[in-house]
C-alpha cells in the first residue's frame, strides 16, 4: 500500500522560504510512471497544482505561475521529495499535499493527508 | 494554460437519488479528464480518469462520461458519503488545472 506524509513547519514568516518534505513507503520514488507531485488548496478554496519530479533524473515541471519561487527535489536514499517555495506571502497559506501521478492514467492516485502552511509575522 | 469550468457550484439532493455535475475544459483535451472527491479535512480521492475509466475501489455508482471540452460525471443512488466536494481535473497538458469545485449537499 503506498503512503505519502508531509513534513515540515507549520508557520513561515513573510519573504522566507517555506520547505516541505513528503515520505513516501510502498512505493520508490526513483521508479518510473510516476510523477511526485505538490498540490495547494487554500483555506475555502480550490486546488492548484504546483509541479512534480519524474524519472531517475530528477526532471521536474513547474506551474508557471510560481515563476521562479519553487523548486522541487528528490531524494531516493530516503526515499522523500520536497517543496521549496521562496519569498512567501500570506497568499501562499494554504494546505500543501503531495500527490504521486500515473502515467498509465494521468491522474493523483494516491495523496499525503496535507499540512497546514500559514504564511505570517 | 487550459481553464477548467465546473457547474454547478452547489447542488443539494436527496439520499437516493442522481445528480449529475458537468465540466468544461477551454480547450480539447481529449479525454484527459479526471473526477476527484473530497471531504473536509481530507485529500481528495480519484474516482474517475481518463474522462470514463473507474477508478479501482470506487462503487460503480459513480460515472464518467465525454471527450473534447465537455464532460459530466454522475452519481445515481446518492448514499450518505456521497456528500462532499467534487473536482475535475485536466492532465492533457502542465500546467495541470483543477475546476473550481462542486459542493454536493444533502436536501
Known amino acids: 500500500q503506498v503512503q505519502l506524509q508531509e513534513s515540515g513547519p507549520g508557520l513561515v514568516k513573510p519573504s522566507e522560504t517555506l520547505s516541505l518534505t513528503c515520505t513516501v513507503s510502498?512505493?520508490?520514488?526513483?521508479?518510473?510512471?510516476?510523477?511526485w507531485t505538490w498540490i495547494r488548496q487554500p483555506p475555502g478554496k480550490g486546488l492548484e497544482w504546483i509541479g512534480y519530479i519524474y524519472d531517475d533524473s530528477g526532471n521536474t515541471d513547474y506551474n508557471p505561475s510560481f515563476e521562479s519561487r519553487v523548486t522541487i527535489s528528490g531524494d531516493p536514499s530516503k526515499n522523500q521529495f520536497s517543496l521549496s517555495l521562496t519569498s512567501v506571502t500570506a497568499a501562499d497559506t494554504a494546505l500543501y499535499f503531495c500527490?504521486?501521478?500515473?502515467?498509465?492514467?494521468?491522474?493523483?492516485?494516491?495523496w499525503g493527508q496535507g499540512t497546514l502552511v500559514t504564511v505570517s509575522s | 494554460d487550459i481553464q477548467m469550468t465546473q457547474s454547478p457550484s452547489s447542488l443539494s439532493a436527496s439520499v437516493g437519488g442522481r445528480v449529475t455535475i458537468t465540466c468544461r475544459a477551454s480547450q480539447n483535451i481529449f479525454k484527459y479528464l479526471n473526477w476527484y472527491q473530497q471531504k473536509p479535512g481530507k485529500a481528495p480521492k480519484v474516482l474517475i480518469y481518463a474522462a470514463s475509466s473507474l477508478q479501482s475501489g470506487v462503487p460503480s455508482r459513480f460515472s464518467g462520461s465525454g471527450s473534447g471540452t465537455d464532460f459530466t460525471l454522475s452519481i445515481s443512488s446518492l448514499q450518505p458519503e456521497d456528500f462532499a466536494i467534487y473536482y475535475c481535473q485536466q492532465s492533457h497538458s502542465t500546467p495541470y488545472s483543477f475546476g473550481q469545485g462542486t459542493k454536493l449537499e444533502v436536501k
Open positions: 500527490a504521486r501521478g500515473v502515467t498509465s492514467g494521468w491522474n493523483f492516485d494516491c
Open positions: 510502498g512505493a520508490s520514488v526513483s521508479s518510473g510512471g510516476h510523477h
